[in-house]
C-alpha cells in the first residue's frame, strides 16, 4: 500500500478538480491509502464548490487562487492562509500537488522542505507564471498534458523531470435513460439537451436552438451553480419554451445521471482567453473528458479548449452549424462517434492515468 497525499481543489467547479478526483478516486479504488489536502477558502468569484458532503479522506487547509499564476504581491503570497500541520502529522510516500500556482507557495515551500517523500507536481497553468514562488520548489516530478505544455515549461523544469501523462477520462458509465429521467423528474418522451456550468452569450444560443425546436421538439436543460445566471435564464423561459433551468452543482456521480438521461450535450464557449484578455494557445476542456464516459455525443464550439480531441466530438464554427449538428445527434445519425470514443476514453481512462502518476511520482 501506497501512502499518498494530494494537495488540489477539491469537490469544487473546477478543472483542477475534476482532476484531482478523477485520479484520487482510482487511487482509493486501488488500496492505497489516500489524504487530500483541499481549499478551505476559494479567492475569486467564480469557483464554488459542489453540493456535497467531503470523504472522510479530505482535509481542508489552505486559501486556494485560480489565478495565483499572475499574483505578485508579497503582502498577498505573506498572508495567504495554509495550516501545514496536517500535512506534517503523518508520513507519506508521495505528495502531488495540483496547479502549483494555485496554492500559497510561500509558505508551503517551508511543508516541502520537511517532507521526506517524493514529490509530484502538476502542471494545469497555461502561461509561465509571474508568481516567483512558481519557480523555487525541486520537484522530484513534473507532468505536463501534451507536447506544448512540454515546450513551454522546458526552460524551466530539468528535461528528465518532465513527463508527459494526458488529462485523465473519467471510465465508461451508461446508465438506463428512462431510470434516470424518473430520479431526476424529467420527461421521458421528449429528445432532451443537456448544458451545464458556464454558457456563453446566452441569448443568441437560444435562438438558435428555438429555429430547431421549430423543426423538432426537444427540451434544452440547463444546470447552473450561478445564481446570477440562473435569474437571468429563468427570464428568457417565456420567450423559448423549450428551456428548462435548474440550479444545482452536482457531484460527479449526480452529473453522470444527467449526462445519461440526455439524448445530446451542448457545450457552448468562446476561444478561451487569459484574464488579461490575451489569446489561450495551451487549453483543454476538463468538461469534455470528464462527460465522455456517458457515451452521449458532445456537440462543441470548435475552439483551442477542445483541440485535444480528433474525431470523438462533434465541434462546430457557426450558430447555423450547431444545430444542424445537433438535428444529426437527435436523429441518431452519428452512432460510428461511439466507437471513437470508447477507444478515447480506454487510453485516458482514469484508472490507467492515476496508475501512471504513481509510477512516474514514485520512480
Known amino acids: 500500500m501506497v501512502r499518498v497525499a494530494l494537495m488540489s481543489s477539491w469537490n ?49 487547509n489552505y486559501s486556494f487562487l485560480r489565478y495565483g499564476d499572475r499574483l505578485t504581491e508579497e503582502g498577498i503570497h505573506s498572508g495567504l492562509f495554509l495550516d501545514p500541520s496536517p500535512m506534517l502529522q503523518e508520513d507519506f510516500d508521495l505528495l ?26 502538476i502542471i494545469h497553468e497555461d502561461r509561465k507564471p509571474e508568481n516567483k514562488y512558481f519557480y523555487e520548489p525541486s520537484w522530484d516530478s513534473v ?6 505544455y512540454k515546450e513551454l515549461f522546458s526552460d524551466v523544469f530539468p528535461e528528465e523531470k518532465i513527463h508527459i501523462v494526458p488529462y485523465p477520462c473519467h471510465p465508461i458509465d451508461v446508465r438506463d435513460k428512462r431510470l434516470v429521467r424518473r430520479k431526476l423528474n424529467l420527461p421521458e418522451d421528449l429528445d432532451l439537451v443537456l448544458s451545464f456550468g458556464r454558457i456563453h452569450r446566452p441569448e443568441e444560443l437560444l435562438s438558435s436552438l428555438s429555429i430547431l425546436w421549430k423543426r423538432r421538439e426537444f427540451t434544452y436543460l440547463c444546470l447552473t451553480g450561478s445564481p446570477e445566471l440562473y435569474v437571468s435564464m429563468k427570464g428568457l423561459k417565456k420567450k423559448h419554451p423549450f428551456l428548462r433551468i435548474r440550479f ?11 449526462l445519461n438521461a440526455a439524448n445530446a450535450i451542448l457545450m457552448h464557449r468562446e476561444e478561451p482567453r487569459h484574464i ?88
Do not use: W
Not at 473546477?14 to 481549499?39: D, N, Q, T, W
Open 143 to 148: 507532468v505536463v498534458f501534451d507536447e506544448g
Open 96 to 121: 502531488i500537488v495540483e496547479k502549483p500556482s494555485s496554492v500559497p507557495l510561500k509558505k508551503l515551500i517551508g511543508v516541502l522542505n520537511q517532507f521526506r517523500g517524493k514529490t509530484l507536481a
Open 12 to 60: 469544487a467547479i473546477c478543472g483542477v478538480s475534476i482532476h484531482a478526483e478523477l485520479i484520487g478516486r482510482e487511487i482509493v479504488k486501488m488500496g492505497h491509502y489516500l489524504k487530500v489536502f483541499a481549499p478551505i477558502q476559494y479567492e475569486d468569484d467564480r469557483t464554488r464548490l459542489c453540493f456535497l458532503t467531503d470523504e472522510p479522506y479530505v482535509t481542508r
Open 276 to 363: 488579461s484578455g490575451e489569446r489561450r494557445t495551451l487549453a483543454i476542456s476538463s468538461s469534455a473528458h470528464l462527460c465522455l464516459g456517458a457515451l452521449v455525443p458532445i456537440v462543441c464550439s470548435d475552439v483551442a479548449l477542445f483541440s485535444t480531441f480528433k474525431g470523438e466530438v462533434l465541434k462546430y464554427r457557426s450558430l447555423e452549424e450547431m444545430t444542424e449538428l445537433l438535428e444529426l445527434v437527435l436523429n441518431g445519425k452519428v452512432d460510428d462517434l461511439k466507437a471513437r470514443v470508447r477507444r478515447f476514453v480506454s487510453e485516458r481512462s482514469a484508472d490507467k492515468i492515476a496508475r501512471k502518476l504513481l509510477e512516474i511520482g514514485l520512480g
Open 248 to 258: 444545482d452543482r452536482p457531484s460527479i456521480d449526480k452529473l453522470y445521471d444527467y
